[in-house]
């Protein structure tokens, strides 16, 4: 929500190849919403987007992406703007889930935005063809122009199979706020074995 009160609303289109996020906006506290619209277009599959207003009105977008269709390798992407009446200015998004091995994948990301910190966490794949294990992140200190390089939260990809479902995935699992405290919340689960959620904390 913006702070003159706008709610704002995110989501990706469904089984579509080439299909982009798409939003709307709220005056009237959720009653009513207006005309849906592309947030980005993309040449890939964008899907799992979060949104996040900073105190002083910036929107923070981030989402996967998948170049090569929906059921491809997947990267995380970000892009920040401001919105004005209907109309949402973002910047081009860029790709912040990198590592050197060009294995991995990273999907389903998880935004919190306290002051110019802005962070993002994903679903952490050591190969892109393989289920989550372990949670990547990745931090702005100034308000989403540059991003520390990407690693994996520590423990997170410990013993216990693979994260937990879509189910989980979909949930709110990272909040931080203005004193640069952070929480982290991630399951574990091994089939017919047992299951594990841990809650993270870090300055």
């Known amino acids: 929500m913006t702070p003159d009160g706008t709610l704002l609303l995110a989501w990706a289109v469904g089984r579509n190849d080439d299909g982009d996020i798409h939003w709307t906006s709220s005056t009237d506290q959720g009653r009513t919403f207006g005309a849906p619209r592309v947030a980005l277009s ?13 105190q002083d009105g910036r929107v923070h977008l981030a989402f996967a992406e998948r170049p090569g269709g929906m059921f491809a390798k997947a990267h995380v992407r970000y892009a920040h703007g401001s919105v004005e009446g209907a ?15 060009e294995e991995h994948g990273a999907d389903f990301p998880h935004l919190a935005v306290a002051g ?11 190969h892109f063809a393989e ?6 992140m990745t931090l702005s200190r100034d308000g989403g122009q540059t991003f520390l390089p990407p690693r994996v939260v520590p423990a997170t990809d410990a013993p216990l199979g693979e994260n937990g479902r879509l189910q989980g995935k979909l949930m709110e699992k990272l909040h931080g706020n203005e004193a640069g405290r952070l929480a982290l919340v991630n399951s574990r689960f ?5 299951s594990r959620v841990r809650l993270f904390f870090a300055d």
């Open 42 to 54: 993309t040449d890939g599959y964008s899907d799992a987007p979060k949104l996040a207003v900073a």
């Open 87 to 101: 109309e949402l200015s973002l910047s081009p998004a860029r790709r912040i889930s990198d590592f050197a091995d």
């Open 116 to 126: 110019d910190r802005v962070h993002v966490a994903w679903e952490h794949h050591p």
């Open 131 to 136: 289920q989550a294990r372990g949670m990547g």
């Open 190 to 194: 091994q089939r017919g074995e047992g």
